[in-house]
């Protein structure tokens, strides 16, 4: 449909971030682009710790207010990445 997608996912102690298919920037699929590896893999069901999904989803209203203001420049093919455990943050260019 041509509309951004503000991603976000959890897992344990560890979050990511991302601005997909805006202003022709790449999209989920660029990311991870085989499904079958990717739906493929065991799942473990540990938890999350519960500031992982404040932390996440206050960055993704962040970036919804960023691309729906036009201000600052959002996690267009970047991705941000934080483990609370050590509070190690990073934004991957890709």
Known sequence: TGKPYIYG??????????????QGGMTYRDLYPDEQELTSKPRTINGVIGVVPGIIGCIEASETIKVITGCGKPLRNRLFTIDVLSMQSEILEF
């Open 9 to 22: 996912t959890i897992g344990e102690f560890f979050g990511q971030a991302s601005v997909f298919n805006y």
